[in-house]
């Protein structure tokens, strides 16, 4: 069936780049969405990017897309403190249904 | 705006008590969804619905049961706790946007333990 892995820790330093890795497995998948969650908080989208598009970028975050690896990557440029969290890489299964399958999450350290 | 709310926030229960978990949107949103998140195993879905009236079996349906009677109003039951159960339980909520992007709004969580 589908599945979505993902590395479960990711320590950096304040100011360097950070690079979350995923990969999934249903090549059909139409969406592939990555969502920060805080401590003790549900989970907020951060980006999603069509299964036909290479990259996209939005502020300090940039979504890389290799879809014949099946492997997507969020980088987070200057990574503070407050970025902090838990990263969830999901991709989209089933049409119209909306549902999705989520990796186990990166904890994301930031160190000062 | 409230976005997607959860009660309650926490609730301990015995084996054998039953109790039901409710999400509420105020977004119009067609779909809804209840996960489970355990440690190291990301959220999976227990039951979800496509709109109102209507429910389905996701990826863990066992020992739950749901509810769609309003479209904004999506209900969990677990009519007989087990400790297995013990989880965080988070409601999500999506509309079909832009080339039927499903961007999914998560609520804040319900903390459930089981003795």
């Known amino acids: 069936g589908e599945d979505v892995e993902q590395s479960l820790f990711l320590s950096v330093r304040e100011g360097d780049s950070s690079v979350i890795n995923c990969t999934y497995t249903?090549?059909?998948?139409?969406?592939l969405y990555w969502y920060k969650q805080e401590p003790g908080a549900g989970l907020q989208l951060l980006t999603y990017?069509?299964?036909?598009?290479d990259m996209k970028q939005d502020q300090r975050l940039t979504v890389l897309l290799n879809k014949k690896d099946k492997h997507l990557s969020l980088r987070i440029a200057d990574t503070q403190t407050g970025d902090s969290a838990i990263y969830f890489c999901?991709?989209?299964?089933?049409?119209?249904?909306?549902?999705?399958?989520f990796g186990q999450g990166t904890t994301l350290q930031v160190k000062p | 705006n409230a976005g997607v709310t959860q009660t309650p926030k926490f609730r301990v229960l015995k084996t054998g008590q039953s109790m039901t978990l409710l999400c509420a949107q105020d977004?119009?949103?067609?779909?809804m969804y209840w996960y489970r998140q355990d440690p190291g195993m990301g959220l999976r879905l227990i039951h979800y619905?496509?709109?109102?009236?209507?429910?389905a079996k996701g990826e863990v349906p066992d020992g739950y049961n749901v509810s769609r009677l309003k479209k904004q109003n999506f209900l969990l039951g677990l009519e007989s706790a087990a400790p297995s159960q013990t989880s965080v339980y988070f409601c999500?909520?999506?509309?079909?946007?832009?080339?039927?992007?499903?961007?999914?709004?998560f609520g804040p969580g319900t903390r459930l333990t089981v003795t």
């Open positions: 990017i069509f299964s036909n598009m």
């Open positions: 619905s496509v709109g109102e009236g209507t429910t």
């Open positions: 249903d090549s059909s998948s139409t969406y």
């Open positions: 999901a991709e989209s299964i089933g049409s119209n249904t909306g549902k999705l399958i």
């Open positions: 999500a909520s999506s509309y079909s946007g832009q080339g039927n992007s499903y961007e999914q709004y």
């Open positions: 977004m119009n949103h067609e779909y």
